[in-house]
T-cell receptor, first 116, second 115 residues
Framework: DAGITQSPRYKITETGRQVTLMCHQT?????MFWYRQDLGHGLRLIYY???????DKGEVPDGYVVSRSKTENFPLTLESATRSQTSVYFC???????????????FGPGTRLTVL | AQSVSQHNHHVILSEAASLELGCNYS??????LFWYVQYPGQHLQLLLK??????LVKGIKGFEAEFIKSKFSFNLRKPSVQWSDTAEYFC?????????????FGIGTKLQVIP
């Protein structure tokens, strides 16, 4: 099915380990985003990408790295996981075509990450 | 700085009660506004959006929202809620930032509808 997928859906890791969360979309959307969702904070933008090879920081980028070598993929890497990075991570994508603001963001199913 | 704020973090209503969730934004330029809903254990889905024209926007499942520019508000309403409306609701604004359009989300409002 076309859409936006994330893997893994659940991940448990230990402090200090490197973890990569994958995001894949089949719409060829220009924009892709990574959010984390935490109680009391709602959704916070970690990184976003306006196109392949163009990425920029969001509100809470520290401890995360992204890349966008292909339009359809936008992996998020935690270089050295910390307990404070325990969260639910959502990937999203949006088309840049058409009228600005008209296009909604589509969200993936989320990855629940636990750092012990 | 651009921001979106939601005033009610947790709302409990009985079925058939009317709903209004507040949303205000802070941004000096043109803004496009959205309401998303997240049902328990699921990802966010779009309820409705405003980008221009009629400030009263109707969305899915009987929801509507009114854009009031003078108040920087985009409140979500539903005349009669159902148990199935139990979910978390996020207001979001699309604003320019450094040449790119980014969506900023509010903190979310958890709605619990009691049968």
């Amino acid at each position: 099915d076309a859409g936006i997928t994330q893997s893994p859906r659940y991940k448990i890791t230990e402090t200090g380990r490197q973890v990569t969360l994958m995001c894949h979309q089949t719409w060829s959307h220009s924009y892709m985003f990574w959010y984390r969702q935490d109680l009391g904070h709602g959704l916070r933008l970690i990184y976003y990408s306006a196109a392949a090879d163009i990425t920029d920081k969001g509100e809470v980028p520290d401890g995360y790295v992204v890349s966008r070598s292909k339009t359809e993929n936008f992996p998020l890497t935690l270089e050295s996981a910390t307990r404070s990075q325990t969260s639910v991570y959502f990937c999203a994508s949006r088309s840049a075509s058409g009228r600005v603001g008209y296009n909604e963001q589509f969200f993936g199913p989320g990855t629940r990450l636990t750092v012990l | 700085a651009q921001s979106v704020s939601q005033h009610n973090h947790h709302v409990i209503l009985s079925e058939a009660a009317s709903l209004e969730l507040g949303c205000n934004y802070s941004y000096g330029g043109t803004v496009n506004l959205f309401w998303y809903v997240q049902y328990p254990g699921q990802h966010l889905q779009l309820l409705l959006k405003y980008f221009s024209g009629d400030p009263l926007v109707k969305g899915i499942k009987g929801f509507e929202a009114e854009f009031i520019k003078s108040k920087f508000s985009f409140n979500l309403r539903k005349p009669s809620v159902q148990w199935s409306d139990t979910a978390e609701y996020f207001c979001a604004g699309l604003m320019n930032s450094g040449g790119y359009q980014k969506v900023t989300f509010g903190i979310g409002t958890k709605l619990q509808v009691i049968p």
